[in-house]
Nanobody, 116 residues
């Protein structure tokens, strides 16, 4: 059974930082490209960052460049997203995805509350 389980969300002050994690199981994690998406209330889900299967290539949405860092540990079947300098969105939900060819898996998301 394929599972992607995000964690690490919660309350954070504007300008603060968190590290999100996504633990994968049920598929060969090390051959999948991993990405993070974000959805703010009332908005479309948006791609945030991606990382290649070996972890040697990363790319980011312009809105998060210099503030977010994606990484992965293939030995632990886990992908991470370090989020810094968070803007005062209300309650964005971050999702991780795994993609290989036509296969695309999604997690259930982890929610952040950015407020003072």
């Amino acid at each position: 059974q394929v599972q992607l389980v995000e964690s690490g969300g919660g309350w954070v002050q504007p300008g603060g930082s968190l590290r999100l994690s996504c633990a994968a199981s049920g598929f060969t994690f090390r051959v999948y490209t991993m990405s993070w998406y974000c959805q703010a209330p009332g908005k479309e889900r948006e791609w945030v960052a991606g990382i290649s299967s070996a972890g040697d290539y990363t790319n980011y949405a312009d809105s998060v460049k210099g503030r977010f860092t994606i990484s992965r540990d293939n030995a632990k079947n886990t992908v991470y997203l370090q989020v810094n300098s968070l803007k005062p969105w209300a309650t964005p939900v971050y999702y991780c995805t795994a993609r290989r060819g036509s296969r695309n898996y999604w997690g259930q998301g982890t929610q952040l509350t950015v407020s003072s």
